[in-house]
């Protein structure tokens, strides 16, 4: 049950961030909705109170800023300050460069955000839990975390220290009521190819006509399906591929 608790989402203006927001605020959950370009966000509010009477609130907030991460989750109204479940999903992937070829400022900007990011959210965020001793983290890791490609090798580390952080924070957490799991996608149709290929929509496109790829939905879905297990129970990792995707490298050219 979700219904009436506070569920924390980064990157919820856009992607799988923007479809979880709707697929919690469906269950009846009130929404603490985070990311860069807060105009994103205010459409977005108004869409969840509009379909589903979802209560919001908005925080314009980069991950990679520590400061701006522990201000802003710090200083909470109170009615918002107890987060029942946080969705680590803000996240990014710059270039598909040989590494020895690839721009810097590319690596720092996953790593900042991927793996910095989602540490400086979970650390404003779980000793609330702890305290409670309830509450539940998602994060939100990748195929990319289990398997390496050829152009991909920071993208990819950042994804393996989501995994390790995921099973590390696991195991420190054990003996209290919060659960943590790692929901693992492989393609899923959304801007992740746009904002890796620097706006390239052309280039981006091509990623997505080889076979047809998740929604954003079935992420959110799945998500919530890991949220909503009785107490109990704990998804610790959950890898979901299209059906025409076994692996990064093993797809079934179909078309779309
Ligand atoms: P999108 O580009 O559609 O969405 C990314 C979201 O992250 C946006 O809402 C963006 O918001 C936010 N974001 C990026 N950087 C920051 C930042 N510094 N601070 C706050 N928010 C930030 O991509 P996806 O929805 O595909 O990506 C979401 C997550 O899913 C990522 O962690 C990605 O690695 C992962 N993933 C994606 C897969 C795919 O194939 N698409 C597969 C497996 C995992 P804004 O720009 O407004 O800040
Ligand atoms: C995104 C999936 O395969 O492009 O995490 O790395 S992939």
Known sequence: ??????????????????????????EGARLVLAARRLPLLQELAAALRA???????????DVRDRGSVGAALGSLPTAWAAIDVLVNNAGLSR???KLHEADPVDYEEMIDTNVK??????????????????????????IAGHQTYAGGSVYCATK??????????????????????????????T???LVRFHGDRARA??????????????????????????????????????????????????GR
């Open 95 to 97: 270039g598909l460069d």
């Open 1 to 26: 049950m979700v219904s009436g608790q506070t569920v924390l989402i980064t990157g919820a203006s856009r992607g799988i961030g923007k479809a979880c927001a709707r697929a919690f605020a469906k």
């Open 117 to 142: 990011g989602l540490l400086w959210v979970s650390q404003a965020v779980i000793p609330g839990m702890v305290a409670r001793d309830r509450g539940h983290v998602v994060n939100i890791g990748s």
């Open 205 to 254: 496109g091509q990623v997505y006509r080889q076979f047809p790829p998740l929604r954003p939905e079935d992420v959110a879905e799945a998500v919530v399906w890991c949220v909503t297990r009785p107490a109990h129970v704990n998804v610790q990792q959950l890898l979901l591929m299209p059906t025409d995707q076994a692996a990064v490298y093993a797809s079934h050219p179909r």
């Open 191 to 193: 801007d992740f190819s």
């Open 51 to 61: 379909d589903f009477g979802a209560e919001t609130h908005l925080l314009e907030l």
């Open 160 to 189: 393996h220290a989501v995994r390790a952080i995921n099973q590390g924070l696991r195991l420190d957490l054990l003996g209290t009521r919060v659960r943590v799991t790692s929901v693992d996608p492989g393609m899923v149709e």
